[in-house]
């Protein structure tokens, strides 16, 4: 990361040691503000950050298949019982994350077909519904909310992710999904019901977040299971590239949109989390895409706080350093919060700056009258004279 003139940081730091630590903000907002944990924690400057400023954590990979049950039968829980415990201790919830998935899922993801179609569908719901049971049972009480089934819902295609092809899932060839109107995703619902009826239910995905052909098709999906009783929640991921940075297909944050999408989301009476957050810029980044990151991150939890059924907020990791991003998009990263070395970057900074600014009441350009209705992105103010991006919940949108 680029080196930050010693006049910055030095008022970063300064901001830093006088605020409030972002979760304090956050639970006077009404909302949790988490983060992914890496397995076993992290030395003390990672433990202390974590425990400092988050309320909430979520497995970056211990609660995943291959983390819990990598052999099957063989069911290993010390990296996900040390998460929940370090949780506990520090009065933080817990995201369980995940079960149904077409990746790191272990033994199930290479499992040898039966004698035929049936019996291999008999197997893969055996093996869901123990795997499932099992671990909700483990952790009944401890877990705020659960991802039971993640990315089921294929990009850039008209319906849900296949059996072939670059986007493939096994969970879908191996019970024969298209025949069956995708009955292992109602099925791991039903499952999790059975085995905790008071756990939080959710659907994870990812470019979702606004609106287009996949937010159509998730919107499909969990209204269907809503209607079944079988879902509680909607998790979006909200892996994001800053606006002006593109670095591919997918990523693209448009607020405009996801205020649209958000709302019809809660109008089925969904909460909504989101659950995977970053914004990854160039590197190494320049103080312009710094600024830029800063923005996107203010803008996206202005949007988040406008909705009153938006309640989670969670970063994909603690630190820079800590990130999956640059293993992903080469030349890219930068994504999250803290630098490799833990000192607050300015999306910090903005962030708590939002969290602690009292609701804005809306004025237009002509003497500050109030708006009675929406208004475009670029005719809306708070009465600190800057542009509203994020339009509260339930507006007239144009």
């Given at each position: 990361m680029v080196k930050l003139s010693f006049l910055l940081l030095l008022g970063f730091f300064i901001a830093y040691g006088e605020g409030q630590a972002l979760k304090v903000s956050a639970s006077a907002r009404g909302i949790n503000i988490g983060c992914a944990y890496k397995n076993g924690g992290g030395p003390g400057t990672y433990n202390n950050t974590l425990s400092r400023e988050f309320n909430g954590v979520v497995g970056e990979n211990n609660m995943k298949w291959d983390g819990l049950q990598a052999v099957r039968g063989n069911f290993t829980f010390a990296g996900a019982d040390a998460m929940v415990d370090f949780a506990q201790k520090n009065d933080?919830?817990?995201?369980?994350?995940?079960?149904?998935?077409?990746?790191?899922?272990?033994?199930?993801?290479?499992?040898?077909?039966?004698?035929t179609v049936q019996a291999t569908r008999d197997t893969m719901f055996k093996v869901m519904k123990t795997h499932i049971t099992t671990v909700m049972n483990r952790y009944k009480g401890k877990i705020y909310e659960w991802d039971i089934v993640n990315e089921a819902v294929a990009r850039d295609s008209a319906g849900m992710r296949l059996?072939?092809?670059?986007?493939?899932?096994?969970?879908?060839?191996?019970?024969?999904?298209?025949?069956?109107?995708?009955?292992?995703?109602?099925?791991?619902?039903?499952?999790?019901?059975?085995?905790?009826?008071?756990?939080f239910l959710v659907y994870n995905d990812?470019?979702?977040?606004?609106?287009?052909?996949?937010?159509?098709?998730?919107?499909?999906?969990?209204?269907?299971?809503?209607?079944?009783?079988?879902?509680?929640?909607?998790?979006?991921?909200?892996?994001?590239?800053?606006p002006g940075t593109s670095t591919g297909s997918n990523g693209a944050f448009v607020p405009s949109e996801m205020v649209a999408n958000l709302k019809r989301l809660a109008d089925l009476g969904l909460r909504i989390s989101l659950t995977e957050i970053d914004f990854r810029v160039p590197t190494p980044p320049t103080s312009a895409h710094l600024a830029a990151q800063r923005e996107a991150y203010e803008t996206l939890l202005e949007i988040c706080l406008a909705n009153p059924n938006c309640k989670?907020?969670?970063?994909?990791?603690?630190?820079?350093?800590?990130?999956?991003?640059?293993?992903?998009?080469?030349?890219?990263?930068?994504?999250?919060?803290?630098?490799?070395?833990?000192?607050?970057?300015?999306?910090?900074?903005?962030?708590?700056?939002?969290?602690?600014?009292?609701?804005?009441?809306?004025?237009?350009?002509?003497?500050?009258?109030?708006?009675?209705?929406?208004?475009?992105?670029?005719?809306?103010?708070?009465?600190?004279?800057?542009?509203?991006?994020?339009l509260p919940a339930y507006s007239p949108f144009p």
């Open positions: 933080m919830i817990v995201r369980g994350h995940t079960f149904v998935w077409h990746q790191q899922s272990g033994f199930v993801a290479n499992m040898p077909a039966q004698a059996g072939t092809g670059t986007s493939s899932s096994f969970w879908s060839l191996r019970t024969d999904a298209p025949n069956h109107n995708w009955d292992f995703v109602d099925s791991a619902y039903a499952y999790a019901r059975q085995a905790d009826p008071e756990a990812y470019d979702c977040e606004g609106m287009g052909k996949k937010s159509d098709l998730v919107y499909a999906l969990v209204s269907r299971l809503k209607a079944k009783n079988l879902i509680d929640g909607i998790g979006l991921q909200c892996h994001f590239y800053v989670n907020f969670f970063l994909w990791g603690l630190n820079d350093g800590s990130s999956w991003i640059p293993n992903q998009y080469p030349g890219q990263g930068a994504p999250l919060l803290f630098d490799d070395s833990f000192n607050p970057k300015p999306a910090y900074i903005g962030l708590r700056e939002v969290f602690q600014t009292p609701v804005a009441i809306r004025a237009s350009r002509n003497g500050g009258r109030m708006l009675l209705s929406g208004k475009p992105w670029n005719e809306a103010f708070d009465l600190r004279g800057r542009a509203l991006r994020a």
